[in-house]
């Protein structure tokens, strides 16, 4: 069914391009531009958007054996991600005792977690399993003192957590389908390679350009070169888009049925997974993708990357791995020095007063999409959140 979903997606870009035209909004449409920089604004995005949804924190491909654990910060709460035998769990990485960090590495391979303050002890269940000097502590219900869990989905080959221990969504309701259609990437036995961070202006400024073809050949001309085309096709599943591009080229596989069309062709382009990810391929020493994971910073300016590549062979030769690197590198410079560069020089231009608002073309139906979405979410509380994606 996913499939037949994907490959009708490919079709429709074949006929677009068969047409010369690509996928527009009805009209332009207007952003005001304290959105990006108002405090009280940016207060209320962190809250109702990365306190409330599910976040994708990791790939499955980072800890693909039983035992493996990863931490990591999101949204100022540090997180532990674990795989046990009843599956991938989610705990706020923090003792039950008094609060210190349980686990301070990045990523490992544990059957127990000991607190570096006073030696409690967990098993990757999030279970208190041992305490230090029992006698002399006193009396303790140990089952009311396991870790925090946090709600936690595995699907796809990636990691979605809801940093809001007491949530009621239901991860696979707000996904609507599309974790069903990420899932013919098979990320569920793709090798994990690297993560590298870059840092960048407001979350939004830079997931902006993650939904905009439109730039593509005009500010990545001496990276990418000036023949990647600027139209994109938008395809959404609730709050998330896929963006396709009119492409003719397809119509060699028009007659092949669905099973036949090649998985690197009709899985390319962008999938976006609202409300911070980007997942985009590339072929730099094999098969691969840049899955981009972002986060807001402190600040309304800030925010960082984690650009988490994934390759779907690990790269053997001496070769391969040196292409895989130079294709990582790339990319780093291109979100650094292009993408990222323009959106912090960009975001002091709107602060100026001179502009009230900044504008999405017809064409810029991707960022259209995402900006009605945040301004949605903002104005749902909390008892009508699951609604939201019912009704998609
Ligand atoms: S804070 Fe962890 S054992 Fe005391
Ligand atoms: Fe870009």
């Known amino acids: 069914m996913s499939r037949a979903q994907i490959v009708e997606m490919a079709r429709s870009d074949l006929e677009y391009g068969r047409k010369g035209t690509q996928d527009q909004a009805k009209g332009l449409f207007k952003v005001p531009v304290s959105h990006y920089f108002d405090p009280d604004r940016f207060r209320e995005e962190t809250e109702k958007i990365f306190h409330r949804l599910p976040l994708v924190l990791g790939a499955s491909a980072e800890i693909p054996k039983l035992g493996d654990f990863k931490t990591i910060e999101a949204v100022g709460k540090q997180i532990l991600i674990t795989r046990t035998k009843k599956g991938v769990k989610a705990f706020i990485n923090m003792c039950s005792h008094r609060g210190a960090r349980l686990v301070q590495e990045s990523c490992g391979s544990a059957h127990r977690f000991t607190c570096p303050y006073h030696a409690w002890t967990f098993n990757p269940d999030g279970d208190l399993v041992a305490v230090y000097s029992a006698k002399e502590f006193g009396e303790l219900d140990k089952e009311s003192y396991g870790l925090t869990r946090l709600p936690c989905l595995e699907s796809a080959g990636l990691v979605w957590v809801t940093l809001d221990p007491g949530s009621e969504l239901d991860i696979g309701l707000f996904l609507s389908g599309y974790d069903g259609l990420l899932a013919e990437f098979g990320f569920g036995t793709w090798h994990h390679q690297k993560t590298q961070r870059v840092e960048g202006p407001n979350w939004k400024v830079a997931y902006d350009g993650y939904l905009d073809y439109y730039h593509l050949p005009i500010l990545h001309r001496e990276t990418f070169g000036t023949d990647i085309g600027n139209k994109a096709n938008y395809y959404s599943w609730g709050p998330h888009t896929r963006m396709g591009r009119p492409d003719e080229t397809l119509q060699e596989f028009e007659d092949l049925p669905d099973e036949d069309w090649p998985d690197e062709r009709i899985m390319a382009g962008v999938w976006t997974i609202f409300p911070h990810i980007s997942i985009a391929s590339f072929y730099g020493g094999g098969r691969s993708v840049m899955i981009s994971q972002l986060f807001p910073g402190d600040t309304p300016e800030t925010s960082h990357t984690n650009q988490i590549f994934l390759m779907k062979e690990k790269p053997e030769t001496e070769q391969q791995i040196r292409e895989a690197e130079a294709q990582f590198a790339l990319l780093e410079y291109v979100v650094e020095e292009e993408d990222?560069?323009?959106?912090?020089?960009?975001?002091?231009?709107?602060?100026?007063?001179?502009?009230?608002?900044?504008?999405?073309?017809?064409?810029?139906?991707?960022?259209?999409?995402?900006?009605?979405?945040?301004?949605?979410?903002?104005?749902?509380?909390?008892?009508?959140?699951?609604?939201?994606?019912?009704?998609?």
């Open 340 to 392: 990222y560069a323009t959106g912090i020089a960009l975001q002091k231009n709107l602060r100026l007063g001179a502009r009230d608002h900044v504008l999405f073309g017809r064409n810029e139906r991707g960022g259209q999409y995402f900006h009605n979405w945040v301004d949605r979410i903002l104005e749902t509380d909390d008892e009508n959140l699951s609604d939201l994606f019912l009704t998609g």
